[in-house]
């Protein structure tokens, strides 16, 4: 079945270091999306990307969709300790129809 | 508010014993869906639906059970069967359009220990 692969599992940055986090689909996917979920919390979405090749922003995320849309990344200029917490991608599941499946999720910790 | 609510927040089981989760919306979504959260192992799907009255099985589906009789409502059944019961299970809806998901609205989530 479709396989949603992320990485890296963890990422440990000094506040003010950039961050990368990248998702890997072993299908061509439709679109993707990608959540943010803070320690104790629930996943909140943050962005879907659909074309190929799209750069999306916001404020310091910036969201890519590769040209083949099997994978993406999110990467995050200056870290802050609001950055704290597990970002995950998420994929339509293959020839499911309402299916999404997400990657296992990068936890990002951020030192002061 | 508009949002999902799930209930319990916390429950303890016995082995052996079934359980039920809760889960309304009150976002006219058409689609639901059941998460099961382990740590370092992410979101796996349990069971989804995109209908009321259907639901087709996610990729852990064993030892679970559901229903959609309503629109609002996706309730999960843990059964005795699931070997390994004890995680935090979220649910969550989405708008649909054809054949294409919207985003994700989670609830809370219910943390589930099996003594």
């Known amino acids: 079945g479709q396989q949603v692969m992320q990485i890296p599992q963890y990422q440990h940055v000094q506040e003010g270091e950039d961050f990368t986090t990248y998702c890997n689909s072993s299908?061509?996917?439709?679109?993707i999306q990608w959540y943010k979920q803070r320690p104790g919390g629930h996943p909140v979405f943050l962005i879907q990307?659909?074309?190929?090749?799209e750069v999306k922003k916001q404020k310091r995320l910036t969201f890519q969709f590769g040209e083949a849309k099997k994978n993406s990344s999110l990467h995050i200029t200056a870290t802050q300790t609001t950055d704290v917490g597990t970002y995950f991608c998420?994929?339509?599941?293959?020839?499911?129809?309402?299916?999404?499946?997400f990657g296992q999720g990068t936890i990002l910790t951020v030192h002061p | 508010d508009g949002g999902i609510t799930q209930s319990p927040k916390y429950l303890f089981r016995k082995e052996g014993q079934n359980v039920t989760l809760s889960c309304e919306q009150n976002?006219?979504?058409?689609?639901m869906y059941w998460y099961r959260q382990d740590p370092g192992q992410g979101l796996r799907l349990i069971y989804y639906?995109?209908?009321?009255?259907?639901?087709q099985k996610g990729d852990i589906a064993e030892g679970y059970s559901v229903s959609r009789e309503k629109k609002e409502s996706f309730p999960l059944t843990v059964t005795s069967a699931q070997k390994n019961p004890t995680a935090f299970y979220l649910c969550?809806?989405?708008?649909?359009?054809?054949?294409?998901?919207?985003?994700?609205?989670f609830g809370e989530g219910s943390r589930l220990t099996v003594l």
């Open positions: 976002l006219n979504h058409d689609a």
């Open positions: 639906s995109q209908i009321v009255n259907d639901f």
């Open positions: 990307l659909v074309k190929s090749g």
């Open positions: 299908t061509t996917l439709s679109n």
């Open positions: 998420a994929g339509p599941g293959g020839t499911s129809y309402g299916k999404l499946t």
């Open positions: 969550a809806s989405s708008s649909t359009w054809g054949r294409s998901t919207g985003e994700l609205f």
